[in-house]
Nanobody, 118 residues
Framework: QVQLVESGGGLVQPGGSLRLSCATSGSIFNFIAMAWYRQNPGKERELVARITIGSVTNYADFAKGRFTNSRDNAKNAVYLQMNSLKPEDTAVYYC????????????WGQGTQVTVSS
């Protein structure tokens, strides 16, 4: 039903930047919010950034001041601009779409690997 496709991951040196993209199968306004999560092996998935249909943004503490969540309504896509990357940012990054609020559902993309290393 709902398909999310992430792209833009890769290998980057510490202090570098990456821009992740998430393309949706339909209008992003079908969802009450879009979000980015990340996960390392053996760790639980954690929220990175979230943006609601009302343009309210929320960032994890580690992302504040470094990461920027944005959207392109015409392209039905959301983006995560990541600057000043650190080795601890290494993870698989997942795009998430939320449908609700009365009947809440959360959809996930396949993930894109981000590796920060010299």
């Amino acid at each position: 039903q709902v398909q999310l496709v992430e792209s833009g991951g890769g290998l980057v040196q510490p202090g570098g930047s990456l821009r992740l993209s998430c393309a949706t199968s339909g209008s992003i306004f079908n969802f009450i919010a879009m979000a980015w999560y990340r996960q390392n092996p053996g760790k639980e998935r954690e929220l990175v950034a979230r943006i609601t249909i009302g343009s309210v943004t929320n960032y994890a503490d580690f992302a504040k001041g470094r990461f920027t969540n944005s959207r392109d309504n015409a392209k039905n896509a959301v983006y995560l601009q990541m600057n000043s990357l650190k080795p601890e940012d290494t993870a698989v990054y997942y795009c998430s779409a939320e449908r609700g609020p009365a009947n809440y559902l959360q959809y996930w993309g396949q993930g894109t690997q981000v590796t920060v290393s010299s």
